[in-house]
């Protein structure tokens, strides 16, 4: 009853912001649409989306699962994925899917608990960090846009707090004291005992000699993420320089991941509205890129992830009913 009470709270508040937004800048979606001066760039977004992040974010994950001294098949992590974004899209934040992968490479290593977790875990640690660094970068080069300061002060603060998270995940020590202190707090939590378990392989992670390797590819996945928003935004007629969407773009993700909505909805495309407004692109231009960069970055890998889940299932029922019955 609690979890639906607070999935009820986080669908009304998705459905709140959208509205505010739309009913202030009296946004029309569909004449937005209608209005596509280039539609031929979604194509390139798509080809993006279906290729090359897929491909660089299961590469990327084999990686880290190696170091960890797992082997996985790049392909079956692309399956996983995609299965993850389909039912990420059900949960808090517009990262909601970290936790379904989580627990479904946690299945396919059931020998040790935590270890497969970790690699997720380390993943985003180290993706949130180079974000913050892309964006400060994108600062430091423009240096006439409006509020400029406080987008580098806000970088900042969440690269230290990704960077406290980091030494926190590491360090036993700190972990130890903290658990110490709110250990009453802390065993009353119905996955204590598997989170102690994921904290233990994180302290054992070869962080340094992984990054070497790993960094090149999560930079690469991230600049495919802005490039799909600058093509849309060109879909759109926009043409500003791509080193504004460096600026931007890695606070407006790392502000949907507050898991205050439904997949990031409203918060997301609110974000879009007040960051690209200081570019003087029209709050409508801004909100309908904003849910075709979903529709396309998130929808079409969770459509595809659907398909994978219900072909799975169909399987598992056509096997059981071959099965003998015994009565």
């Given amino acids: 009853m609690k979890k639906r009470i607070l999935t009820i709270i986080q669908l009304l508040i998705s459905i709140g912001l959208l509205t505010l937004v739309i009913l202030k800048y009296n946004i029309s979606l569909f004449d937005n649409i209608r209005s596509l001066s280039n539609p031929n760039f979604l194509f390139i977004s798509l080809g993006i989306t279906i290729i090359f992040i897929p ?38 934040s517009s990262d909601g899917f970290a936790a379904v992968r989580i627990y479904q490479i946690e ?19 180290f993706g949130f960090l180079l974000l913050c660094f892309i964006g400060i970068i994108g600062t430091l080069i423009i240096s006439d846009l409006q509020n400029i300061f406080r987008l580098r002060f806000i970088l900042l603060s969440l690269t230290l707090l990704v960077l406290l998270v980091l030494i926190f995940a590491a360090n036993n020590r700190i972990y130890n004291f903290l658990i110490s202190k709110f250990e009453n707090i802390f065993s009353k939590i ?43 935004f060109r879909a759109m007629n926009i043409q500003k320089p791509l080193i504004f969407f460096i600026a931007i773009i890695p606070i407006i993700q790392i ?53 994978i889940s219900i072909s799975r299932q169909i399987k598992k029922t056509n096997l059981l009913r071959k099965l003998p019955k015994f009565e």
């Fill in 190 to 232: 119905k996955i204590f005992s598997y989170l102690q378990k994921l904290h233990k392989s994180l302290t054992k992670f070869p962080y340094l000699r992984t990054s070497y390797k790993v960094f090149p590819i999560i930079l690469l996945v991230q600049m495919l993420t802005i490039l799909n928003v600058f093509i849309l």
């Fill in 55 to 92: 491909l660089s974010a299961a590469f990327r994950w084999k990686i880290l699962l190696k170091y960890a001294g797992l082997n996985e098949n790049i392909f079956t992590l692309i399956k996983v994925n995609f299965i993850s974004i389909f039912w990420g899209i059900f949960l808090p």
């Fill in 107 to 125: 299945k396919r290593h059931p020998q040790n608990p935590g270890k497969s977790g970790s690699t997720v875990v380390v993943e985003k640690l």
């Fill in 255 to 307: 502000i949907s991941l507050i898991p205050i909505t439904i997949s990031g909805f409203g918060v997301r495309e609110s974000a879009f509205v007040y960051f690209f407004g200081l570019l003087g692109i029209d709050p409508s231009i801004s909100f309908t890129v904003s849910i075709f960069n979903f529709l396309i970055l998130t929808g079409v890998p969770a459509f595809m992830g659907g398909m």
